[in-house]
DNA sequence: TAAACAATTGCAACAAAATTGCGTTTATAT
DNA sequence: ATATAAACGCAATTTTGTTGCAATTGTTTA
């Protein structure tokens, strides 16, 4: 419940012409308090009754569409949300990816301070490329310490 | 309906100790025949009532078990398949893969003769590297073509 | 080649996840 | 304070994935 938090949630609904509720504000301190992104699952489990499943996924969709947050769609298909920091516009995002998907608890971190190689990808013929990202799978900080978790 | 590919599918069978039955060997037939990983839903769509959709499930799922096929999610959470080549054993999968999604028909081609560059990726104190994998968005041959397709 | 056995399949029922429509509520501008 | 469009919640529906079980089929072996 920070306020400095909440006032800069609030501009950023007013930024991307949304209107300021409860539901949204929910979610976005969800965002906020998480270091690896949040699984549509586990926000849903976090917010229980208090909110709708239908009125998530529909902020959900509303705050992708606006580049508030981006999608990530994990290793079992499931999709993960969070903030778009660095160069992330309405409609592209430009930037280079990594992201680190545990294959223990699934969790999927946001790796913005990897030093990423750029190098020329050399397609077939015909395919234009737009984006390249890394996808690293392993074990997180929390599971690596745990012995012999299978 | 190639008579050496048919006999290709069936070694592959009795060598993963599976039994040699229609809708297998219809499964690997499709596979064979598609350029790019086949998503499920459009094996479904292939097979029709062919295979039971439960069974079709199966089958797919015992192919990855025994690392015959594998399991790539693409861009919107959908499972598509194709064949390993190269370097995938029943256990693990040792290489660097490279994935095509486009962006327009969501197809996802296996691209194996890349030159992916090897290089150190420093992630955080803790997290454990396991298997790195580059994902490519954009235009694939067929919808590049395509002028002005949304 | 026939019997025996386990693997495989299909069906039905179920569970989970996602979508759609619509009436009601709420945030914001006037 | 009121009007208005956006946002929400509920119900119904669709799609996707899973489980149990009986019937069938492929393969082994006698």
Redesign the interface.
């Given at each position: 419940m920070n306020t400095d938090q909440l006032n800069q949630h609030e501009a950023l609904l007013v930024k991307n012409g949304l209107k300021k509720t409860g539901a949204r504000l929910r979610v976005l301190d969800i965002l906020s308090g998480s270091e690896a992104a949040a699984s549509q699952p586990d926000i849903e489990h976090v917010v229980g009754k208090d909110i709708d499943r239908v009125t998530l996924y529909r902020i959900l969709k509303t705050f992708e569409e606006k580049g508030i947050i981006h999608r990530i769609?994990?290793?079992?298909?499931?999709?993960n949300y969070a903030f778009c920091h660095n160069n992330c516009s309405e409609h592209a995002h430009h930037d280079e990816h990594?992201h680190?998907n545990c294959?223990n608890c699934q969790k999927v971190?946001c790796?913005d301070n990897?030093?990423l190689?750029h190098?020329k990808?050399?397609?077939?013929?015909?395919?234009?490329?737009?984006?390249?990202?890394?996808?690293?799978?392993?074990?997180?900080?929390?599971c690596?310490?745990l012995t012999e978790q299978k």
């Open positions: 769609i994990d290793n079992q298909g499931t999709a990594l680190f294959v971190y790796i990897a030093h190689p190098f990808l050399n397609l077939p013929p015909g395919f234009s490329l737009q984006q390249l990202s890394f996808v690293a799978t392993g074990r997180c900080e929390n690596s310490k």
